[in-house]
């Protein structure tokens, strides 16, 4: 390979106790749980120019379970926070049992999840991340940590402005794809995606729906092709892909719409429209850390010595996996967290954990270890489990099942 060698004299743009690197719904918990442990200054990059991630940008519109599918509510904190918060300005599909967000209703009144409008959610999550005092800065690339010894003092990052440094005391890895950590030299695993494309669409049945039920969500229908979460409909002859390129996202974005407009082509084209396409890759899992502990599938059910949230599988009633604080962090990289999608987690755990409670709830988690670390001058490993435990539960969190339930 040829190499272009750079002399940069890049500027430091500013100073930050914390810096969440990814806006999506894990980022914005990390950020918002930091600022309100006490955090004075935190700053939040995000490389699009709207918050949520995959919820939002990739339309994947779906709260997953917060309960065990059993009638039993099991995800609290931030996860059930998050919940409330994106049906705050837009329409949903909530059963009526859990309107009240009950501990517990009725096993056959349908689950505790809900459809959801990404753009409404979108912008509850700007409130939601600025009441707390967030400083946020869109369209912003991270080019890589600034590492001394083991640990993170900054980001490089690039945008609009230019290239610059924001200098940092402890740094959160939300990117979805764990970049920090790899570019920092952390060993991570690489996972396989499935060819998945959803996108929205509308059409003369759809609409009349909408109006029947006054229910402005069934105007849209989620168009779904490709594979589900097993991979099954994976289409022949594309191969899995890492999404850890440029060249991969690429890729996988323009197989996914050219599949959309093959499903669409010889339709009547007054007949049914495309309300809305995904902006970013739809993704389930490209790259984790490899963390002091990783979620196992042995796990399935078990209760974790130090457990941040439980988060049920939603393809099986009664089962969940605990996120557990070691998944969050590498011992080698002292002021270096993850949470969402890139938490150390194997299988079909990951698969779990890795939706928007999971991503809740991990962020949250992130972000108050972080913040504990800067005021009790812990790091990532020696941060006492009871002092997080007891921050979780103050903030509205429980970090198992109910002992009742099982």
């Known amino acids: ?20 690197a990814g806006g999506g719904v894990a980022g914005s918990c990390a950020a ?20 949520g991630g995959l919820a939002t940008q990739g339309l994947i519109s779906l709260y997953e379970p917060i309960c065990d599918g059993q009638g039993h509510k099991i995800v609290y ?18 059963p009526m049992q859990w309107r ?41 690339q991270i080019v ?51 060819m998945t494309y959803l996108a929205y669409r509308t059409d003369m049945e759809a609409v009349s729906s909408a109006l029947a039920e006054k229910n402005i969500l069934l105007a849209r229908k989620w168009t779904l092709l490709g594979a589900g979460p097993r991979g099954n409909g994976h289409p022949e002859g594309i191969p899995f892909i890492e999404g850890t390129t440029a060249e991969e996202v690429t890729q996988y974005v323009l197989a996914g719409r050219k599949m959309m407009l093959d ?14 396409l995904p902006t970013m890759a739809q993704f389930r899992t490209t790259r984790h850390i490899i963390g002091a502990y990783s979620i196992q599938e042995s796990d399935l059910c078990c209760r974790l010595p130090d457990s941040i949230a439980p988060i049920a599988d939603f393809s099986a009633a009664g089962e969940w996996y605990e996120i557990p604080y070691r998944a969050l962090y590498n011992p080698s990289y002292p002021n ?56 979780l539960v103050a903030e509205g969190a429980k970090v198992h099942p109910e002992e009742s339930s099982y």
């Open 1 to 20: 390979m040829q190499v272009y060698v750079e002399q940069l004299s890049t500027p430091i743009l500013g100073e930050y106790d914390i810096i969440v």
């Open 32 to 51: 918002v749980a930091a600022k309100r442990a006490g955090i004075k200054r935190v700053l939040l990059l995000e490389k699009g120019i709207i918050l």
């Open 77 to 94: 904190g931030m996860g059930s926070e998050l919940m409330k918060l994106c049906m705050r300005y837009g329409p949903d599909v909530l």
């Open 100 to 140: 009240d967000d009950p501990d517990a209703a009725s096993p056959d009144c349908g689950k505790y999840k809900t459809f959801f409008s990404p753009a409404m959610f979108a912008m509850a999550l700007d409130e939601f991340v600025l009441n707390a005092g967030v400083d946020i800065l869109f369209d912003t």
């Open 144 to 194: 890589a940590p600034v590492m001394d010894e083991g640990q993170c003092t900054g980001l490089i990052i690039e945008n609009k402005t230019g290239r610059g440094v924001y200098r940092a005391r402890a740094v959160i890895d939300a990117t979805g794809d764990a970049d920090i950590f790899y570019r920092a030299g952390a060993p991570c695993v690489t996972g396989k995606n499935y």
């Open 263 to 276: 499903s669409m082509r010889n339709e009547d084209r007054f007949s049914r429209d495309l309300t809305v």
């Open 336 to 391: 270096l967290w993850t949470a969402g999608r890139t938490v150390s987690a194997d299988g079909w755990a990951w698969v779990v954990v890795r939706v928007i409670p999971g991503c809740a709830c991990s962020g949250q988690a992130a972000g108050l270890a972080a913040a504990l670390c800067l005021k009790h001058g812990f790091t990532a490993d020696t941060l006492p489990y009871a002092i997080l435990l007891d921050a």
